[in-house]
Structure formats: C-alpha cells, structure tokens
C-alpha cells in the first residue's frame, strides 16, 4: 500500500514581499476529490485531497496570478486528474505530463490543446521510460522535456544523454543537487555547463529537498544567488506544492517560501523577469 504523504499547512502567513503583477507558480501538484479520482496501483505515494480550490486560496494570499500543474507520483503514469484540471481552468493553469508507454499521437494533440506544455521524466533509475517513440511524439507537438533528478547529486549520470536529446530540457528542483556543495561542487558546475549550451532551464523550487540546513535553507543561498546571477534567462520558480513525501523533512510555511524570493532574487526586475516573463516564454500563459 502506498503510504501518505503529510499535508501541506492550509493556512500559510502572509508574505512580506509584494510579488509582480502576473507572477506564476511553475511547479504545483494536486489531488482529489478522491472519490472522484483514486489512486493507482502504481501511485508511488497517496495524497488527502489538495484540490485546485484548495491551491488558488493559498495562492491569493501569496500573492501568486497562475501556476503550472505538474504530473506527480501520486497518479503514477495516469494523466485524467490532470486533464480534467486543465479543462476546468484554463486561464489559470498550464500542465506538465507523464505520459503511459502506449499514449497515442492523438492523445498528445488533445493534451496539447488543453495547455500541456511539457512531458516530464525521471532518472538516472528511470531513463527506460523516455523512449524514442515518446519524445518523437512530443517534439512534434513542441513540448519541451521536464526532467526530475531522482536520487540526489546525480545529475552527471544523466547530463549527456540529455544533452543528446536536442531539446528543451527544464531541471526540476535546482537540479536535486546537494545545497551544500555551493557552486563550486561538480554536480552545481555540471549544471551551470548545462545552462550554458542556452537549451536548459532550473526550477528555483523545492529548497527543503536539497537543503540539509531547514527552514531557511541558508545552504542554498550561494547557488540560488548564483544562478540568478549568471542565468536569469533560463529560470523559473515554483513553490513545489502541497510539498509531497516530507516525512522526515518539516513542511514549509509558503509565505516563507514567497519570501525567500526576495533573498534569492535581490532585484525587483530580475524577479519580474523569473516570475512573469520567463513562465511566458516556456508555458505559452
């Protein structure tokens, strides 16, 4: 059976920080009603119910306009919860899918219109499931490649297949690379060397999963910093919500999280440009 991930705190503070007009959140996940849609065989964890009317109250309180729902392990490879959201709201929302092994063309064009922007991907476990047929498919369609580093400070055992793949590719979760290792690690320079070819982007997103530090991750600071620095063309930001599979790690209050943009993102027109204009680029809002 697969076991609950905790909730998420349904009554985050109030930030400080006054986000742009327009700002998305690039990295959401959500659940339910689960009478509606259960979980699968192959869910990799369940969820209580953390629904889109859930997620866009919290979301007028950080100050946060439109957000990109991401396929999580809750639903495993079945993408109906996702659809069904994105037909609901469309003005508000973008997706990003996992997609089963026998999808078809006419599957991903529906998807597609719908405003799935992306197939996401997992590795270097899971690299079987990227198959040629699969990223034909969606190059077609002219989805970019979501790609989540599973196992923490292993994105060099997958950087040159990636590579290869020619495409778009946008690294969830600061590429899962250990915080601690500052820029200087060779998981954090492999990154910026990958930043470099123009063809990937880094999800400012999930601190808690790459921080040993908590709350407020100040580990991270010198990454964060320098990533905005050096490539501010090439990031977006996402809260990373309702925080799944935190067990052992404690749940993020959101208002923190909206200001540590502040502190991670000093300049107010870089932050414009990471929160608006960078999710207009990649998600067509």
């Known amino acids: 059976m697969p076991r609950l991930t905790p909730p998420p705190n349904l009554n985050p503070r109030t930030p400080k920080l006054a986000l742009p007009a327009g700002a998305v959140d690039c990295h959401v996940h959500m659940f339910g009603p689960r009478s509606k849609y259960p979980f699968g065989p192959d869910a990799h964890y369940i969820s209580e119910d953390a629904t889109a009317e859930m997620y866009f109250a919290i979301q007028a309180r950080l100050g946060l306009s439109k957000a990109v729902l991401v396929s999580g392990g809750g639903y495993g490879q079945t993408y109906t919860h996702l659809a069904d959201t994105l037909r609901q709201y469309p003005d508000r929302l973008r997706g990003v899918v996992r997609l089963p092994p026998a999808v078809t063309m006419e599957e991903i064009v529906e998807l597609d219109r719908i405003g799935v922007k992306a197939a996401r991907f997992f ?8 198959t040629p047929d699969l990223l034909a498919m969606t190059s077609e369609v002219g989805w970019h490649i979501q790609f989540y580093v599973e196992r923490r400070d292993t994105l060099a055992e997958v950087a040159d297949v990636l590579l290869g793949l020619n495409r778009t590719v946008v690294l969830d979760h600061f590429a899962h690379n250990a915080a601690s290792g500052g820029p ?75 200001d540590l943009i502040g502190e991670w993102i000093p300049d107010e027109a870089t932050r414009r440009r990471i929160l608006v204009d960078n999710p207009v680029t990649l998600y067509g809002f």
């Open 123 to 130: 590795g270097p476990d899971r690299l079987t499931g990227m």
């Open 184 to 258: 200087d690690s060779a998981q954090n320079r492999r990154l910026l060397e990958l930043l470099e070819t123009g063809r990937f982007w880094v999800k400012l997103s999930g601190p808690m999963r790459v921080s040993d530090a908590g709350d407020p991750y100040t580990d991270l600071m010198p990454m964060a910093r320098k990533l905005v620095e050096a490539f501010p063309e090439r990031l977006v930001w996402g809260s990373d919500w309702p925080h799944t599979l935190l067990w052992d790690v404690p749940m993020p209050d959101d208002g923190d999280l909206i």
